[in-house]
């Protein structure tokens, strides 16, 4: 059985553990898994000695090993368990495949920002309305497991002043604060990023409204990797979950039917819809759209096509230029050939600070919203374009494949850079080894 280490209210748990159920409901999952509650003890005792890593989600395999990131989790178990297949197959959907990869790799790497946002916003001094108390419950639950719930409470409220100052929160920003600015997500800017999360929940209210998936009627790597925002961070808090269920009904639809439990309503892609037939008997159908399954013919829904724009709009020229800087570090005197470059966080990676914070070498300008504001360069989000890279050249190892994504990328704003993602990729390419990244020799 694998053992997955997670926190409930965990951004990257959500995904991972989705994707879990999903295998498992399928039967695809060997004897299933096993959702740990990752309590500081199993932290210092068990997982960084193993793993070398504290960051949840981590997942522990039959034979033993240890896979520590979400996205790492699923290339993993889809590798050892294709049965019930998450990623469409480059060589007869590449399509619907460009789809998924960018899609996890937006609501990784883009949507995490107004979400981290929206966490730690209204638990500032003063917010109205204001969900401290809900914030301190959840993480009161990991920091204190299995204490009464006064005490779970109290665990989270000690937790943040000591890690985050949230009682300092904008004259001193630390911890969770200081990583919001470190994105981008300061000043003004905080506005631009909650307007640009609002108009990805308007596309995808109408996308949802004629799919029941990204790709139709069955889940894919895309609806994992949008579900890490929407359901951690969104739905199920005490502030932004109430807006999310006034203005975006159906969008919270989709997020009970990709988490995969309680989701009788909301209908998920093993269930069964029921009519009577002439004799009063129960006459079954698929409950979910389009069949129960990705569209035909590698076809893009079309109203998934505005959720990609916004992709190319907003997050595409954020990784291009992410790239350039990132390559003018790595071929600096500043930078051991091969050496250590800052990880995958939610903030500047210890040792890192001086680089990723200010105008350190590794920040850079960014437009978003008509606003101009600066950010950290984040070495991961290369790390998963090496992964899109390899799943289009996979893709185009066929005329027909090739040409296919050629006309499906070139309409879109700068798309057919994606064709021409090694050139891009030449100067910066990562290796991962566990949670640490390091530049390719």
Same mark, same amino acid.
């Given at each position: 059985?694998?053992?997955?280490?997670?926190?409930?209210?965990?951004?990257?748990?959500?995904?991972?553990?989705?994707?879990?159920?999903?295998?498992?409901?399928?039967?695809?999952? !060997?004897?299933?898994?096993?959702?740990?509650?990752?309590?500081?003890?199993?932290?210092?005792?068990?997982?960084?000695?193993?793993?070398?890593?504290?960051?949840?989600?981590?997942?522990?395999?039959?034979?033993?090993?240890?896979?520590? #990131?979400?996205?790492?989790?699923?290339?993993?178990?889809?590798?050892?368990?294709?049965?019930?297949?998450?990623?469409?197959?480059?060589?007869?959907?590449?399509?619907?495949?460009?789809?998924?990869?960018?899609?996890?790799?937006?609501?990784?790497?883009?949507?995490?920002?107004?979400?981290?946002?929206?966490?730690?916003?209204?638990?500032?001094?003063?917010?109205?309305? *204001?969900?401290?108390?809900?914030?301190?419950?959840?993480? !009161?639950?990991?920091?204190?497991?299995?204490?009464?719930?006064?005490?779970?409470?109290?665990?989270?409220?000690?937790?943040?002043?000591?890690?985050?100052?949230?009682?300092?929160?904008?004259?001193?920003?630390?911890?969770?604060?200081?990583?919001?600015?470190?994105?981008? /997500?300061?000043?003004?800017?905080?506005?631009?990023?909650?307007?640009?999360?609002?108009?990805?929940?308007?596309?995808?209210?109408?996308?949802?409204?004629?799919?029941?998936?990204?790709?139709?009627?069955?889940?894919?790597?895309? #609806?994992?990797?949008?579900?890490?925002?929407?359901?951690?961070?969104?739905?199920?808090?005490?502030?932004?979950?109430?807006?999310?269920?006034?203005?975006?009904?159906?969008? /919270?639809?989709?997020?009970?039917?990709?988490?995969?439990?309680?989701?009788? *309503?909301?209908?998920?892609?093993?269930?069964?819809?029921?009519?009577?037939?002439?004799?009063?008997?129960?006459?079954?159908?698929v409950a979910t759209s389009d069949g129960g399954a990705w569209l035909?013919?590698?076809?893009?829904?079309?109203?998934?096509?505005?959720?990609?724009?916004?992709?190319?709009?907003?997050?595409?020229?954020?990784?291009?230029?992410? /790239?350039?800087?990132?390559?003018?570090?790595?071929?600096?005197?500043?930078?051991?050939?091969?050496?250590?470059?800052?990880?995958?966080?939610?903030?500047?990676?210890?040792?890192?600070?001086?680089?990723?914070?200010?105008?350190?070498?590794?920040?850079?300008?960014?437009?978003?919203?008509?606003?101009?504001?600066?950010?950290?360069?984040?070495?991961?989000?290369?790390?998963?374009?090496?992964?899109?890279?390899?799943?289009?050249?996979?893709?185009?190892?066929?005329?027909?494949?090739?040409?296919?994504?050629?006309?499906?990328?070139?309409?879109?704003?700068?798309?057919?850079?994606?064709?021409?993602?090694?050139?891009?990729?030449?100067? /910066?390419r990562v290796r991962k080894e566990g949670a640490l990244l390091y530049?390719?020799?």
């Open positions: 059985m694998y053992r997955l280490f997670s926190w409930e209210h965990s951004y990257f748990s959500g995904k991972a553990r989705a994707y879990l159920r999903f295998k498992q409901r399928h039967g695809a999952l !060997g004897d299933g898994f096993e959702d740990i509650l990752a309590t500081p003890e199993l932290i210092q005792g068990l997982l960084i000695p193993r793993s070398g890593s504290g960051a949840v989600p981590q997942l522990q395999t039959p034979d033993g090993s240890w896979v520590q #990131d979400s996205s790492e989790i699923i290339d993993v178990v889809e590798a050892a368990h294709p049965a019930a297949p998450v990623v469409p197959d480059p060589a007869t959907r590449p399509r619907q495949m460009l789809a998924a990869y960018l899609l996890e790799l937006f609501g990784d790497e883009w949507m995490v920002v107004p979400g981290f946002w929206e966490r730690w916003y209204f638990s500032e001094d003063g917010r109205s309305p *204001n969900h401290r108390g809900f914030n301190e419950q959840q993480w !009161g639950a990991v920091m204190a497991a299995g204490a009464p719930g006064d005490a779970r409470r109290a665990a989270g409220h000690g937790f943040f002043e000591a890690a985050f100052g949230i009682s300092t929160s904008r004259s001193d920003p630390r911890g969770v604060y200081a990583g919001l600015v470190h994105l981008g /997500c300061g000043g003004d800017m905080e506005f631009a990023w909650q307007a640009s999360q609002h108009r990805i929940l308007e596309r995808l209210e109408a996308h949802f409204s004629q799919h029941d998936f990204v790709l139709g009627g069955m889940p894919s790597l895309a #609806d994992y990797g949008l579900l890490a925002s929407l359901y951690a961070h969104l739905y199920r808090d005490a502030v932004s979950g109430f807006a999310l269920r006034t203005h975006f009904p159906i969008v /919270c639809e989709w997020v009970e039917r990709t988490n995969g439990e309680g989701a009788l *309503n909301a209908r998920m892609e093993t269930q069964k819809l029921y009519s009577l037939d002439d004799d009063g008997e129960l006459l079954p159908r035909e013919d590698d076809a893009i829904p079309e109203t998934l096509v505005p959720i990609l724009e916004i992709f190319f709009e907003e997050m595409w020229p954020v990784l291009s230029d992410a /790239c350039r800087v990132l390559t003018a570090y790595i071929e600096s005197d500043a930078h051991e050939a091969g050496g250590e470059v800052p990880g995958k966080t939610f903030t500047a990676t210890p040792g890192f600070e001086h680089l990723q914070t200010g105008t350190g070498a590794l920040t850079h300008e960014f437009e978003l919203g008509g606003l101009k504001g600066r950010r950290m360069v984040v070495p991961y989000q290369v790390w998963m374009l090496q992964r899109l890279e390899a799943a289009i050249e996979r893709a185009s190892e066929s005329r027909e494949g090739e040409q296919s994504l050629r006309e499906f990328v070139s309409g879109f704003s700068r798309g057919e850079e994606l064709l021409e993602l090694s050139s891009i990729l030449k100067g /910066c530049a390719e020799r």
